[in-house]
């Protein structure tokens, strides 16, 4: 089996949100460290355009969005699973919540200048006024909210999820791990890595002692890589993955499409459609370095336009 390459950094909340599933999963998988910031060339050899973190990478396959990446890694590994039947759907409603609301209000309030400060410790004022002007960049368009907004949000979406665990149950939705506890945790852990704000969860034992027993589950077996052994895997194994676009869906087989992400960094990805589904759009493009490469999106969250 083609080895997993997940492209990360050790910062990123939605990597930590991959790295805890592979650890749920018992996965090996190989680790690539990306810049945190653009310029990002290695990244775009294999997205062709798409700069957020992660992806993950199966030869010439590049999956793009934790919310693909879960459905990849579980049909690679079904058990023990991300969505247990018992939970019934509702674990991909409270993991999609998690991702959009849940996330900004604890990287908005996680960022405030005391939070900044424990976050950057270390880094050199420049990386963090680049870093401020690509993100700045990224999310242009879309109203961020202020420390105090942030503050007020995150209280209440703790509290809420603190509720939930108030029968004692081990897992947000019950006996089983599911997604929605992973996409959950990757805010509590983000959180976390800023002690001077991270007094926001003390008030909150039920959801401190859950955090635990998530991150328990740990990263997995982690080897190390790099991108240019991962463009060499790619232009050497090439896409693998069965893709096909069935008729009635609004787009034709070898139709050029434009593939962005309809929130934020909505960078295009072009190329030819090669595979269309209700969850799923993949699109083959040809890198110098990488070769040929299918590069898959979720549907939802994401916009596909004919060129
Ligand atoms: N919906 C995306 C969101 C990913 C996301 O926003 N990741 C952050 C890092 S945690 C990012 O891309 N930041 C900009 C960057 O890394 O270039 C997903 O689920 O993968």
Redesign the pocket.
Known sequence: MTELMLHH?A?????E?IRLILGFKGLAWQSVT?????P?PDVLALTGGY?????LQIGGDIF????L?CEVIEARQPAPSLFPPQSAGAERILAQWA??SL?WAA?SYTLQPAGAAAIFAGAPPEFRAAFAA??AL?TAGSERPSGLDAAAELQSYLSWLDAMLLDGRPFLQGCAASVADFAVA?SIWFVRLAPPVAGILEPFERLTAWFERVAAFGHGQRGKSDSQTAIELARSVGPQEPVSVPAGLGFELGEKVRVS?S???RDPVCGELVGLSQGRISVRRVDERAGLLHVHFPRI?YALRKI
């Open positions: 950094y910062g990123s909340p939605f990597s949100k990306v810049p945190v910031i653009c990002k700069r957020r973190t992660p992806f793009c969005d934790t919310a990446i991702d959009r996330f990287a690509d993100r990224m990757q992400a929130d934020y960094a969250g």
